[in-house]
């Protein structure tokens, strides 16, 4: 099976890349940023994208279509962190074929990528907090969480692939629900009752 690990966090992608290669079935190749998975896209076909969505050059929804379409018919999987449902579901409708969390662990991915590579999607349940706390939705628990990472508006809103107005809406919402004064003060709310 080729497989590429697309994360610029070289010691994890290293570590994933020599866990697989020591099954014998994985020809395993690394990019640290989408410009350098974009080319090896063009050279290679592979049957497995690991896609991180933070690496250099990945701009959310648009950058996760742009990697879809340069891998063909291979399979396209999210290989990060913590996400939304929503965006999930946003991924999977443009082509993506699951979401392999960095905290699986390495004992399970080779089956996750067996099953990806005989057509089936990887969806495990999402372990995610209970937004009925404050009462935010899926996507607003998002758009707190890459907030609270540093994003404006206007990154937040190409990286879910929607209007700034939009992300000011949801924004409003937010503090709100959590009774904030400002997006600093609801991400310090949001980390004390452990929703992000």
Known sequence: MKLIIADDHVLLGQAVAAT???EDHYDVAVAKSLPELLAALKETSFDIVMLDLKMPGMVGLPSVKQVCEATGDGN???FTGQVDRRFVADCQAIGVTGHIP????LRSLDSALQLIHSGQPFLPIMASPDPAAADLTDRELHILRLAADGMTNKEIARDIAVSEVSIKM????????LGARNRAHAAIIGRELLLI
């Open 102 to 105: 960095k905290d699986l662990p």
């Open 76 to 78: 396209v999987v999210l």
């Open 170 to 177: 949801h924004m409003r919402n937010i503090c709100r629900k």
């Open 20 to 22: 697989l290669k020591s």
